[in-house]
């Protein structure tokens, strides 16, 4: 399954959000640098998804804040 996610670092908690269009908004606490950003994001879709985060990818946009994110089915 792939889907499209939105980025958002700094944020107070780690979270993910749905919206009513059902695009993927997630908030993590890491700070944009040394790719702490990217591995928080993949930790917080693999709680999210019950998954382990060994699993998932992220294919495209690992320097933009818009991701498209890769997790096995």
């Known amino acids: ?8 670092t700094n944020a107070r908690e780690d979270s993910v959000e749905i919206d009513e269009l059902g695009h993927y908004r997630v908030y993590v606490k890491a700070s944009a640098e040394n790719n702490r950003a990217n591995l928080a994001v993949c930790r917080v879709i693999a709680k999210y998804f019950k998954v382990a985060p060994s699993i998932v990818e992220i294919w495209q946009g690992k320097v933009a804040h818009r991701k ?5 089915d």
């Open 68 to 72: 498209i994110i890769y997790i096995p």
């Open 1 to 8: 399954m792939t889907i499209e996610v939105k980025v958002k």
